[in-house]
């Protein structure tokens, strides 16, 4: 059973618009909350976290909002540019655990359009 | 600093045949873990370790093994390949297990499988 679900295979947005890609996940354990981007032919590299103690994390264009009683959690990117068009994965694990290991969605296609 | 470095980039194995996946990394990370990624599945996590000599399983380890003997290199051997196991497959570490922005998960290039 999938731990951690993104339930939108893809989005479409206009550029200098809001891209908004949403997450959700079952393990009540998860204490920390990942995006990362790939673009094709590359590996996945890290966007921006955000540990449970928190509900919003801003880093530039780029933020990231938890509700912990929903299960859910959203990345914003505002404005969107078309270097963002990639694939982007949601991820989580149980922080400093020594049984921690990271769990990642099925991933969202954005692609911005002019 | 090479980073995290996969070898193969690409490979056709026939089934029944066996190899290992290379991953090696020079950043000092504990953490190391391999994922398979497909298509509408996203990635999904076969194996990882937190440290020399420490392995565990993840969400899809049949057909999978690993070890651990350095901290730099944890190397993945599919023990008989099926067309089940074709996928492009990604090896990552980080310092510690958080994945966070203070200990982000970097990941190699990737090896492209394919079993006919």
């Known amino acids: 059973d999938q731990q951690v679900k993104q339930n939108s295979p893809s989005l479409s947005v206009q550029e200098g618009r809001i891209s908004i890609l949403n997450c959700d996940y079952t393990?009540?354990?998860?204490?920390?909350f990942l995006w990362y981007k790939k673009y094709p032919a590359e590996g996945p590299t890290f966007l921006i976290s955000?540990?449970?103690?928190?509900d919003k994390n801003e880093d530039g264009r780029f933020t990231v909002f938890l509700n912990k009683s929903a299960k859910h959690l959203s990345l914003h990117i505002v404005p969107s540019q078309p270097g963002d068009s990639a694939v982007y994965f949601c991820a989580a694990s149980s922080g400093y655990s020594s049984a921690s290991k990271i769990i990642f969605g099925s991933g969202t296609r954005l692609s911005i359009r002019p | 600093n090479a980073g995290v470095t996969q070898t193969p980039e690409f490979q056709v194995l026939k089934t029944g045949q066996s190899m290992t996946l290379q991953c090696a990394q020079d950043?000092?990370?504990?953490?190391m873990s391999w994922y398979r990624q497909d298509p509408g599945m996203g990635l999904r996590l076969i194996h990882y370790s937190v440290g020399a000599g420490i392995t565990d399983q993840g969400e899809v380890p049949n057909g999978y093994n690993v070890s651990r003997s350095t901290t730099e290199d944890f190397p993945l051997r599919l023990l008989s390949a099926a067309p089940s196991q074709t996928s492009v497959y990604f090896c990552a570490s980080s310092r510690t297990a958080t994945g966070g922005e203070n200990s982000p998960l970097h990941f190699g290039n990737g090896t492209r499988l394919t079993v006919t």
């Open positions: 950043m000092n990370h504990e953490y």
């Open positions: 393990n009540s354990m998860f204490d920390y």
């Open positions: 955000i540990s449970s103690i928190k």
